[in-house]
């Protein structure tokens, strides 16, 4: 396999817009550590300056559907799947698209293990935020830490459903008729109508 990525896919046999060429392609960028190293921060720069930008829960909103459908995941998920109870129907599912630790215990239980683990997540976060040069830093408004994202991912933890209860199909299968049915069952702080609509579902589609 190895072969056939360094070799047969990056030889120019393929057409310049061919899967194959892709999957070449993909491979030499992955495996070029100089180059990675060299690039820093300039491929996200434009999005993370973009996301700063956003002065609003709107344009916040927006910005999210638009990562989403590029394959960047937030804290809700979305995908189209049959219906559990109608396999006659597709239908948009949502849910909660994960954490950065393995599951919310790691953020809420209080012992000596979890707190190590919460401790050594803070430097790796903080780690991360180092590689950020200061120009970047500068530019992007950064003030945030790891003790910042453990806060904000512990409430994330707060509302996450234990692994039981991700184990109940009865528990995950909560059935809207419309986004307004969703929206009135929901909290006000998102706008499911405005986001499912920037993912072009329409209004009477059952959630």
Not at 145 to 172: F, H, M
Request: glycine share 4%.
């Amino acid at each position: 396999m190895k072969d056939i990525l360094e070799n047969d896919l990056t030889s120019g046999t393929f057409e310049a817009n061919s899967n194959e060429r892709k999957i070449g392609l993909l491979w030499q960028m992955c495996m070029d550590e100089a180059k990675l190293q060299s690039d820093d921060l300039a491929p996200l720069r434009n999005e993370l300056k973009a996301i700063q930008k956003c002065q609003s829960k709107d344009a916040l909103l927006e910005k999210v559907v638009e990562l989403q459908q590029i394959g960047v995941k937030f804290f809700i998920s979305i995908s189209g799947e049959v219906d559990r109870k109608n396999s006659t129907w597709n239908a948009p599912h949502v849910g909660c698209s994960g954490l950065n630790l393995p599951d919310r215990d790691y953020f809420l239980e209080e012992n000596e293990r979890m707190s190590g683990i919460r401790e050594k997540f803070v430097n790796f976060v903080n780690d991360i935020f180092q590689m950020i040069s200061a120009d970047d830093a500068a530019a992007l408004g950064s003030n945030v830490s790891g003790t910042d994202i453990l806060a904000l991912e512990t409430v994330l933890a707060t509302a996450t459903p234990t692994r039981e209860d991700r184990r109940d199909p009865a528990k995950t299968y909560t059935k809207f008729a419309t986004l307004s049915d969703l929206e009135n069952h929901s909290s006000e702080a998102l706008k499911w109508s405005t986001f499912m609509g920037l993912h072009h579902l329409k209004e009477e589609e059952y959630v």
